[in-house]
């Protein structure tokens, strides 16, 4: 498994860091277009609010993913400090595998909703888009994510992959 993690993971890393470097220059120019357009032209971008909530949740799950795969989460340590007194070699495998199962509910959910979406034929308030376009990808990076956590811990403790990205995943 550790040889398919490091084979594939680096590519999908690449991918999403490209993908999420895009949304968010998107996202940059379209509030700055909508700013200059509101403030010196009055005539602000016609649903540019809506288009920036949709930027703004693809580039927080494409990002999210980059966030699973190195383990770098931001952590309050209520109950770890307890159980890794007491069970020291549990600690790691009771901390990530709640994790993952986090992140499986979250994938679970938006997938859900999406389908949801799609069968009520659901649009967008504002644009009138098709809310299953943006609710689906959602859904889809979120399942990203989730694969890219569980490849990032098969190469946890990894040596090479240590020694060839500096720090362990």
Known sequence: MQSIARAVLPRILTVL????????????ALTFVDVIGRYVFTAP????????????????????????????????????????????????????????????????QLTVFAIEAHELGSFTVVLEWPLVVVAGTVAGLSIVSLLVQILGLCLHNDPDWKSDHGEPL
């Not at 693809?58 to 309050?76: E, K, P, Q, R, Y």
Request: net charge negative; no cysteine.
């Open 45 to 108: 971008v016609f649903g540019a609010a809506e288009m920036i909530q949709f930027l703004l949740a693809m580039t927080i799950f494409g990002g999210l993913s980059l966030i699973n795969a190195h383990d770098s989460h931001i952590t309050v340590e209520l109950f770890e400090p307890w159980l890794k007194k007491r069970f020291p070699r549990l600690q790691p495998i009771a901390v990530q595998s709640f994790s993952v199962m986090v992140m499986t509910i979250i994938a679970w």
């Open 17 to 28: 860091e490209t993908f999420s470097a895009i949304l968010l220059f998107v996202m940059m």
